[in-house]
């Protein structure tokens, strides 16, 4: 057995059987994880991955589940979480080198007591750091792959290697870190000193916020907006407003936004995702694209 082999190879790593994955996203939906690891050091990650890749298994990256629709049923293979990756160190007055397991509700707590800037539009945004970057998460046509000056990942051939930012290749809602196996470790972020205009951007980004629905479970956006044109309004200009599956409805509030209203399941999501991609082409003749993750192995999710 798989876990058995794993508890040979690395007998000081806690290991979960069988964990219920349901509570570990904002969607509440999903089966179990064959294996769950969460490990708290660089080091071990860096050995786990090494073993998964050696014995050819599936390997799933998570942080907060935040961005994210896990499947139903059994999930094979190895469910790998950065939640214990989480620290978080000042090593200049405005540079800091962050771990992929740090929420970024938490950055935004430190910035606002140093009184830093240069984050405003990731206010409200759940998940993890490292989530945001492999997505290069953001809003208003800002995203956090521009504050990072490194990003730490371990790669396929078992490595710690460290990329610059101008190695990196991101643009909306995507981020070349995402191009091939590796997870995502540790960034080292640059912010700066805020200055009279943040606090006006800051109530614009919270204005933004206030027009989401936070009442049920869901997973953010569903889909990324098409160009210039705001899949939202598509959305609702093509009646998905109120539309449901079993217990997944979209929102009344924001037609970008799944709900689950309780005993929803993956495939009642993803049905309804996909009859709202539907009506959104049958009207428009424009694809819509999921910005909200299906949980393949070596996705990088928030």
């Known amino acids: 057995m798989l876990a058995n082999k794993l508890h040979s190879a690395l007998p000081d790593m806690i290991i979960e059987e069988k964990k219920s994955l349901s509570p570990l996203c904002t969607l509440r939906v999903g089966g179990e994880a064959e294996i769950f690891v969460a490990p708290d050091s660089f080091e071990d990650m860096k050995n786990l991955f090494a073993f998964a890749l050696e014995e050819g298994c599936p390997v799933y990256v998570m942080g907060g589940g935040s961005n994210v629709i896990f499947p139903d049923g059994l999930v094979k293979g190895i469910v790998i979480s950065t939640l214990n990756l989480k620290s978080f160190a000042w090593r200049t007055d405005i540079t800091a080198d962050i771990d992929a397991g740090v929420m970024l509700p938490s950055i935004m707590k430190e910035l606002r007591e140093k009184k830093l800037g240069g984050m405003e539009f990731a206010i409200g945004i759940p998940g993890t750091l490292g989530g945001a970057l492999a997505g290069n998460a953001g809003a208003g046509g800002r995203g956090v792959c521009e504050l990072a000056d490194d990003v730490i990942c371990v790669e396929d051939n078992g490595e710690i290697k460290t990329w610059h930012n101008n190695e990196l290749n991101y643009s909306y809602r995507k981020s070349s870190l995402t191009d091939k196996k590796r997870i ?49 309004k598509l959305l609702d200009e093509c009646g998905c407003k109120n539309l449901s599956v079993g217990d997944a409805i979209v929102s009344e509030q924001h037609a970008n936004f799944i709900l689950n209203r309780g005993k929803a399941t993956s495939s009642d999501i993803m049905e309804l995702i996909k009859i709202c991609a539907h009506k959104v082409y049958e009207n428009t003749g424009i694809k819509l694209e999921p910005e909200i993750k299906i949980f393949d192995p070596f996705f990088n999710v928030q």
């Open 184 to 232: 995502i470790l540790s960034a080292r972020m640059t912010f700066r000193n805020s200055n009279s205009k943040d606090r006006e951007v800051l109530e614009s980004f919270l204005l933004r916020r206030g027009t989401q629905p936070h009442a049920f479970g869901n997973a953010g956006c569903t889909f990324k907006n098409p160009g210039e044109k705001s899949a939202g």
